[in-house]
């Protein structure tokens, strides 16, 4: 890649190893951004403080800098390399070198990016709605987070395991099914497809409260359920089936890469729990604690240092969440050759994930190989600062924000274009791919473990860090090639840099790889938006300061251009991998 900090880290550890031996190859050149020039080295004061153990003696981190200086080889990156401070050195990039590796990302399909040298299998644990409830807006975050990570770490080259745990088992399922039967089979199926999914639930549990014979035929049904009752389980197979419909709508609406064949249900780890409890159990990380089987991790206590159980089995024989979560894990490693585990799931679980990944250690069903870790997921708020929610009190149905979000895209639209100029249809795909990428693009520029306002007014702004300015600032880099009459696959250059808007706009593009590596490897798709939203920062300073079809000659008009076919490439891929579209026009 030519991220210029990667090139000058490795330069300078070239020069560590030459001015102090070959044991210091591998330290930290400490590459930052500089106020005083591009890039600067701050490797010397922590070095100073190595050598002064070794050598006995006080070291000048300025001169140690000069001795590093004097043996980095540089020439044909910096047009200048200079000490300043305590021991700072600061390098400035020549405009050669930067239009070089523009050009190298511009010829690129790949914009230079490598896929991973040893690919992994990664599984991604993600969305998890509740086949009873509707999806809320909670959904919204584990869904396309985890959305955004598997499209990353596919980009990369590794082999991503979808996984989506759907909430599809439990005492429940007794009194819908019941309900099932009393509206009749083809009348469920339409209420639930429809994503009437709430009003379903709520019906059977008034009728399972108020009518006692309804409830013991709920309670007859879990048991036959449970004991895999061929005729108990069609039925429930036939809720599942018609709940799925309306998730599959939701997930269409969100653009999202879950089918399917990515269902891996609670269900389906049913068989495999008694399994689970005799191998922990057998093994002696679990043991009986007042009637149920639990395993104590160490570091985990609670009141007077008491240990908190992680209950495997409880007392009255029956599993819960740990079970299946703990089966699930084995089965990741052991089955689906998982080599990363990332759990997608809302922050309030993180004690619950620490105790099952201690216990799946201690089992050995979790390698030290084997990386697991809770990717968390902070709250969404109202603008009222409290949890988002319907002014009734209920939680907000995804599927209404979504609707609204493209409503509201759909009359900003109409302030911009109040002639309808591209017809009907094609504002309606605009409408859709603006109000969605808006909602998606305000939730993924920010830390997923933050909690976040959500607030239309903001998302759907044209300005600051927002999708809809991401999203004009494709159409506009498009806009250019329709006038220049050509596409941007014609624009090769040569990228020549002449203006400072030119240079600052090449520079934040060697940097692609890098954001996406580092938001895949900390499982945080925020990293990838922000370094998006400075490539469009600067896109949008050069197309004020830098004429690209009335420019002052046609190297210079070719240059540009190409330029701007590189940033259109940036930005679409960066874009994509979060999982916001990019309309052609705006």
């Known amino acids: 890649m030519p991220d210029p900090q990667l090139v000058l880290a490795a330069r300078v550890q070239e020069a560590l190893s030459a001015a102090f031996g070959p044991s210091y190859a591998d330290a930290d050149p400490v590459i930052r951004p500089s106020q005083f020039a591009d890039l600067q080295a701050n490797v010397a004061l922590p070095l100073a403080k190595r050598l002064q153990g070794e050598r006995g003696e006080k070291q000048n981190p300025r001169e140690i800098a000069n001795e590093i200086v004097a043996k980095l080889d540089v020439a044909d990156v910096a047009s200048g390399v200079e000490v300043s401070g305590p021991g700072f050195i600061n390098f400035t990039l020549s405009n050669e070198w930067i239009a070089g590796q523009a050009q190298r990302v511009l010829e690129d399909e790949r914009l230079t990016v490598p896929k991973a040298a040893e690919p992994q299998t990664v599984v991604v644990d993600y969305s998890a709605p509740n086949v009873a409830k509707e999806m809320h807006v909670g959904h919204l975050r584990t869904t396309i987070v985890g959305d955004s990570i598997v499209r990353m770490l596919e980009f990369l080259g590794h082999k991503a395991v979808r ?47 108020a009518d006692p014979g309804f409830a013991e035929r709920s309670r007859r049904r879990v048991v036959t359920l449970q004991s895999g009752d061929p005729e108990t389980l069609r039925l429930w197979q036939q809720f599942i089936d018609d709940t799925v419909v309306y998730i599959n709508k939701v997930y269409g609406r969100l653009g999202v890469t879950l089918t399917d064949a990515d269902l891996a249900g609670e269900s389906i780890y049913n068989a495999m729990l008694d399994t689970v409890s005799e191998e922990l159990e057998s093994s002696g990380v679990a043991q009986i604690s007042d009637g149920a089987l639990c395993v104590f991790p160490p570091g985990f206590t609670g009141r007077d240092d008491a240990p908190i159980p992680l209950i495997i089995r409880k007392s009255d024989g029956g599993y819960g969440y740990a079970t299946t979560d703990m089966a699930a894990i084995r089965h990741r490693v052991r089955d689906l050759g998982a080599d990363r585990i990332i759990y997608v799931v809302g922050a309030d679980q993180s004690l619950h994930f620490q105790m099952v990944f201690a216990a799946a250690r201690m089992a050995g069903w979790l390698p030290d190989g084997v990386r697991a870790e809770h990717a968390q997921i902070g709250m969404v ?11 009734s009190g209920e939680s907000v149905r995804l599927i209404d924000l979504l609707d609204e979000a493209v409503e509201r895209s759909a009359a900003e639209y109409d302030k911009v274009n109040p002639d309808d100029s591209l017809g009907p249809e094609a504002r309606a795909k605009i409408a859709d791919a603006v109000g969605i990428g808006a909602v998606k693009y305000a939730d993924l520029s920010v830390a997923r473990d933050s909690e976040y306002i959500f607030d239309f007014d903001r998302m759907i702004s044209f300005k600051g860090n927002t999708g809809p300015y991401l999203q004009y600032a494709t159409a506009r880099i498009r806009s250019i090639f329709r006038k220049a009459g050509t596409d941007p696959e014609s624009a090769t250059g040569p990228i020549v840099i002449g203006e400072e808007a030119e240079r600052a706009l090449a520079l934040q593009l060697l940097g692609f790889g890098t954001a996406v590596e580092q938001a895949y490897d900390a499982a945080e798709p925020h990293k990838l938006a922000s370094y998006i939203y400075s490539v469009a920062d600067a896109y949008t300073t050069f197309y004020e300061n830098c004429p690209v079809l009335k420019a002052p000659d046609e190297a210079t008009k070719a ?5 701007c076919a590189a940033t259109l490439r940036t930005l679409t891929t960066g874009l994509g991998l979060l999982g916001v579209p990019t309309p052609e026009r705006m």
């Open 559 to 563: 240059s540009r251009l190409a330029l």
């Open 381 to 391: 708020l109202g603008t009222d600062g409290k949890r988002f929610r319907t002014r």
């Open 163 to 209: 996984q989506n745990h759907l909430g599809d088992w439990g005492t429940q399922f007794g009194m819908l099914i019941e309900h099932l039967l009393d509206v009749g089979e083809e009348a469920a199926a339409a209420e639930l497809s429809a994503g009437h999914i709430n009003r379903f639930y709520q019906a059977a549990r008034a009728k399972f409260d």
